[in-house]
């Protein structure tokens, strides 16, 4: 039994944050018992634990021989192929465990993980037969941004709005509304999805950046300057925020501010900063 007790060991030493020796216990435990699924994937996952994904994929690879517990070394292997950077073979095991045990959370993980290599055509494929499933924001998030790489606004808005509707605090979906709504001219849409994303995360500069345009382009000067203001005192000294501010500190009469914020701008660039100042000399 000495196999078994050397997984017993392996576990303990895990519990106690020896990861090391852990890995040694195990690796001793398999070689004496090597189709001991238990000892091989506690293996793995220890060398994962220690950011070693090259030996943690060999331990899974030698699982896969074995063909006991596929569903477990696949779903195992396929995460330490992303941390890899190998997305072709992780999305290819992802497949195969969708084959042998489908579900709609290994279909949500494959689907975010295509989103970050921008494999739309991925994410797509792996949403296709779970609509029904959908849950919360998730998927119409990875839709809504395959839709806006596709140029497809309509779709992307579809999503985006039933990402709402799933949950009314979903910070992007309402974001990438006032986008949307914003690069089509739609200022009264758009400062409605900017003011809804606003105080879901309030420490988010954007917000108050877009909606401070949206509202320029409405005229409605003094509230954009609050707006940009906002935003400035979450992301000071962005040039793209100061920029607008002191436009919009001008139109709104607050020149003395508005000199305040060329000061700041100046230093950063210049051409910019000189249009501001231009203003305020035309605007005395």
Known sequence: NKAEWLGHLGRALVKVGEYAKAAEA???????????????????????????WLASKAVLEKGLLLEKRLPEILAELAAVLVELGEYKDASARFKQLQRL???????????????????????????????????????????????????EKVKAQKHFLLGLKANEKCFYCALWLGD???????????????????PINPRDHRPFHQLGKALANQGKHIQ??????????????????????GME????????????????????????????????????
Not at 47 to 52: E, L, M, N, V
Request: some cysteine; proline content about 5%; glycine content about 2%.
């Open 26 to 52: 195990l690796a001793e435990g398999l070689a004496l018992r090597p189709d001991d699924m238990d000892l091989l994937l506690d293996l793995a996952r220890v060398h994962a634990t220690r950011k070693d």
């Open 101 to 151: 045990q489908p579900t709609y959370a290994t279909a949500i993980t494959m689907a975010k993980i295509a989103s970050q290599y921008a494999r739309c055509d991925d994410v797509i494929d792996a949403l296709v037969d779970w609509e029904k499933d959908f849950a919360d924001e998730t998927p119409h998030l990875l839709l809504g941004a395959c839709a806006i790489k596709a140029d």
């Open 180 to 198: 949307l709504y914003l690069a089509s001219q739609d200022w009264e849409n758009s400062v409605k999805y900017y003011a809804l994303a606003a």
């Open 224 to 245: 954009a300057a609050r707006a940009l203001q906002k935003a400035d005192e979450r992301k000071a000294n962005d040039p793209e925020i100061l920029y607008p501010l």
């Open 249 to 284: 500190m001008v139109h709104a009469g607050e020149k003395a501010t508005a000199w305040d914020v060329w000061a700041k701008l100046e230093p950063l660039d210049r051409a910019k900063a000189d249009e501001i100042k231009a203003l305020l000399i035309d605007n005395p």
